[in-house]
């Protein structure tokens, strides 16, 4: 999973998306065990940052299960199962605060 969550933080990373947070929820729902939060600085270049990060994940056979608001662009949710990624604007990010409602999240460190 390591590898994973390392492909996808370094394409965010390459393409410019912002502060990108991995938080280790697994201790807090059963149902899910990553979560990839970043942001972009509009809604075009979190598509363009989430059109990388899938055709990246997808050289490994991983699809994505749903993708919403990919149209609007301004917070797109790619379900990959066991992790999610978020991408958000800026303003959308601060709205909604992800990274506090799951504070309880161990924090993934990827120097």
Do not use: C
Not at 9 to 32: A, F, P, W
Not at 45 to 61: P, Q
Not at 72 to 99: C, K, Q, S
């Amino acid at each position: 999973m390591d590898e994973i969550l390392r492909i996808i933080h370094d394409t965010i990373d390459l393409r410019k998306g912002e502060n990108t947070i991995i938080l280790d929820v697994s201790e807090q729902v059963d149902y899910l065990d990553y979560l990839i939060i970043a942001n972009g600085l509009t809604a075009l270049h979190n598509r363009a940052i989430m059109d990388y990060v899938i055709a990246e994940l997808a050289r490994y056979d991983i699809m994505p299960d749903g993708l919403n608001g990919y149209e609007n662009g301004e917070w797109i949710l790619a379900d990959f199962g066991v992790m999610t990624v978020h991408l958000f604007t800026p303003a959308l990010r601060e709205f909604y605060r992800l990274e506090e409602l799951w504070s309880a999240g161990r924090a993934v460190e990827m120097n």
